[in-house]
């Protein structure tokens, strides 16, 4: 029984310290992942999986490695879910990147964020530049959210009478 109490806290000392270190990695490491970053993923399984089961390759042990890890990741939800506070260390806040029309270079730089790959999510918003942006927020999932300008075709008011329509005098 000590071996399954053994592999259980090694998972979840695991798990932990993962949660921690991709948090410190920042929001960008945790939205679409580029290939570099799927391979780290990839590699740091690997690395990690003899440091959760020991020396025990079995399928029980593999067994309840997994049940642990799905385990922890349910309850670590529902503490983010309950709990605000929480939730900002774990998932952290949402960085504003562009304000009326200004790139806070600030804020690029401390998500490491390339002004290009930027104006790139501008585009695939269908922006042209900032020029056009009220603000572009990165979301806690690594994400980018772009807001901008209502277009002058969004202020013109409908005409007063339309054809068809009853004249009120």
Known sequence: MSI???ITVRSMVVYLALLVGLRLAGKRHSGQLSPHDFVLILLVSNAVQNAMVGGNASLVGGLVAAATLILLNVLVTRVVLRNRRWRR?????????IHNRVVLSAALE???ILPEELFAQLRSHGFEGPAQVKS?????DGSISVLGYPSEQE???PPLRRPGWPVWN
């Open 155 to 157: 202020y013109r008011l």
């Open 4 to 6: 399954w109490i053994n």
């Open 110 to 112: 401390r998500e490491g």
């Open 89 to 97: 260390m774990i998932s952290g806040e949402p960085t504003l990147l």
């Open 136 to 140: 572009a927020v990165q979301e806690c």
